[in-house]
């Protein structure tokens, strides 16, 4: 038997109300997932945008930064 529909067996033997908690949950798990899922592309895309930049010369070292107070 498939996990949906194991899940969707137990769904129906809970009362209204804990079913309702229940879709409450699975619409909470989705928005989660979604919002992990941009999280990790967003990772994976300034992972891939800077991959080229670590093999680049440095343009400025230590010595070039200074304070200046006006």
Known sequence: MAL???VYQY????PK????ELLNYIQYLLVKAEQ?????????????????LEDE??????ADIKENFG
């Open 17 to 20: 109300s804990l079913q309702e």
């Open 4 to 6: 949906d529909e194991i």
């Open 36 to 52: 992990q899922e941009k999280q990790e592309w967003g990772l994976l895309s300034l992972s891939s945008a800077m991959r080229e």
């Open 11 to 14: 769904a129906q033997r809970l």
């Open 57 to 62: 010369p440095a343009l400025y070292s230590m």
